[in-house]
């Protein structure tokens, strides 16, 4: 079992700058991949992030030059640092926790981008 706990969201205006962090707890030595999702309101589900147990990023081109994933392993903490978001960035950002059997999922935080 491995729980997810997500921080970092609230409320900043267009072009600004917020990290997410997301702490993971319980069966860790199983995860192979960490992303990060958002739901924009009224949409599906989308992957923004992802990294890997060995240090290897994607992004989705939505995001790509904006957003940066990294990881503290010492604290088993994954981050999601975002700069120059816009009112479309707005959404529940949820991280994930891919184990091959298993996907686990935090219960999100809401990012708002607005004047």
């Known amino acids: 079992q491995v729980h997810l706990l997500e921080s970092g969201g609230g409320l900043v205006q267009p072009g600004g700058s917020l990290r997410l962090s997301c702490a993971a707890s319980?069966?860790?030595?199983?995860?192979?991949?960490m992303r990060w999702y958002r739901q924009p309101p009224g949409k599906e589900r989308e992957l923004v992030a992802a990294i890997t147990s060995g240090g290897i990023t994607n992004y989705s081109d939505s995001v790509k030059g904006r957003f940066t994933i990294s990881r503290d392993n010492a604290k088993n903490t994954v981050y999601l640092q975002m700069d120059s978001l816009k009112p479309e960035d707005t959404a529940v950002y949820y991280c994930?926790?891919?184990?091959?059997?298993?996907?686990?999922w935090g219960k999100g935080t809401l990012v708002t981008v607005s004047s």
């Open positions: 319980g069966s860790i030595f199983n995860i192979n991949v």
């Open positions: 994930n926790a891919d184990t091959v059997t298993v996907n686990y």
